[in-house]
């Protein structure tokens, strides 16, 4: 199994990104998908999470700005970032609960995409 983010790079202030993150490999089902991200010299931050039923619950930092999406049949999450900040220059990662063909239940985590917000 494995995730695959993209959709990072460099934006202005106020500007938007959306990053993407598909699952592939042997997969049974997918449960909870999420964002996170660390920023240089700080700890990793839970952004967003959204249950396979389509449920979400967000950090009180992205709140309003961001927005969690998931394609079920594409197996692939997204995160719409708008309103970006200087303060939202991170990398970001997504990670997974997969339940595997052979019936093995792990969280699984993509490579970091970088996200710079500067002018």
């Known amino acids: 199994v494995q995730l695959q983010a993209s959709g990072g790079g460099l934006v202005q202030p106020g500007g938007s990104l959306r990053l993407s993150c598909e699952a592939s490999g042997s997969i049974l089902t997918i449960d909870t998908m999420g964002w996170y991200r660390r920023a240089p010299g700080k700890q990793r931050e839970l952004l967003a999470v959204?249950?396979?039923?389509?449920?979400?619950n967000y950090a009180g930092s992205v709140k309003g700005r961001f927005t969690i999406s998931r394609d079920n049949a594409e197996s692939t999450v997204y995160l719409q970032m708008n309103s970006l900040e200087p303060e939202d220059t991170a990398d970001y990662y997504c990670?997974?609960?997969?339940?595997?063909?052979?019936?093995?239940?792990?969280?699984?985590w993509g490579q970091g995409t970088l996200v710079t917000v500067s002018s």
């Open positions: 990670n997974a609960d997969i339940t595997t063909k052979w019936r093995r239940r792990s969280t699984y």
């Open positions: 959204i249950t396979s039923s389509g449920s979400t």
